[in-house]
């Protein structure tokens, strides 16, 4: 498949208890499996079917994906900082592939 | 006609909302859902929810071939809110169900008008 690279957008620093929020987005085609090829045949579904961010460890935001989720699955959400930490993002897909990408965020 | 999908009906809908509150009909109000009113292209329409202490919140659109779109949860750390970018088949309705930490349900729901359908069709 061609590549598939998360991108988060995070910023370096807070203060704590400093609500922030996060965007991600990461490129992929999420077919649907209800598109049919020229043939006639469908084409097998594959999708990102899970998101989950955490901060050092505990969770903090997840989404179960379905396929009405838009190519490239693009989420915002917010979250609060209590302390310097490493935000890990991870993306299972419909194969078994994992992606992951993680932003430190230090409260100065 | 054959060869194109079957749409889900309200009643799958329906299903879905009922199998996420485990049979308890969603109470209204306390549910921000900002949808466009209309999305001249299907395949990306944008979608925001929030619902000041909701532990989950369910997306579903009521006129695509299967109507769940996504389920957000929310961690201590979170804030319950979430946007994203979802595909809508033709003009329907978007809901959002939203479960609060009480273990009770709010419910909100929208009208897309649909320009040109996201589902390859």
Same mark, same amino acid.
């Given at each position: 498949?061609?590549?598939? !690279? @998360?991108?988060? =957008?995070? @910023? !370096? ?9 996060? =965007? ?11 598109? =049919?090829? =020229?043939?006639?045949?469908?084409? @097998?579904?594959?999708?990102?079917? !899970? ?51 993680? !932003? ?5 | #006609? ?5 749409? #889900?009906?309200?009643?799958? #809908? ?42 989950? $919140? ?49 419910? #909100? ?6 320009? $040109? ?5």
């Amino acid at each position: 498949m061609a590549s598939i !690279k @998360p991108r988060v =957008k995070a @910023p !370096k620093t807070a203060s704590a208890g400093e609500v922030v929020s996060i =965007k991600t987005l990461i490129s992929h085609p999420m077919e649907s499996g209800q598109r =049919k090829d =020229k043939d006639g045949a469908t084409i @097998p579904r594959q999708i990102i079917n !899970k998101f989950t961010a955490t901060f050092n460890g505990a969770m903090v935001f997840a989404c179960d994906l379905e396929p009405s989720v838009s190519a490239n699955p693009y989420f915002e959400f917010q979250m609060t900082v209590p302390e310097t930490g490493v935000l890990a993002f991870e993306w299972v897909d419909d194969d078994g592939s994992i992606y992951t990408d993680e !932003k430190t965020i230090t409260v100065a | #006609a054959s060869g194109l999908p079957a749409f #889900a009906t309200a009643d799958a #809908a329906q299903e879905a909302v009922m199998a996420f509150t485990g049979g308890v009909a969603p109470g209204e109000g306390g549910v921000t859902l900002t949808t466009p009113e209309i999305a001249e292209n299907g395949g990306t329409v944008p979608v925001e929810v929030a619902a000041e202490g909701a532990a989950a $919140i369910l997306v579903l659109a009521a006129g695509n071939p299967s109507p769940g779109v996504a389920t957000f949860h929310f961690g201590p750390l979170g804030v319950a809110m979430a946007s994203t970018r979802i595909r809508l088949a033709r003009t329907q309705d978007v809901i959002a169900v939203a479960k609060m930490s009480d273990g009770s349900f709010r419910q #909100a729901s929208n009208t897309v008008k649909v320009t $040109i359908g996201g589902c390859g069709g």
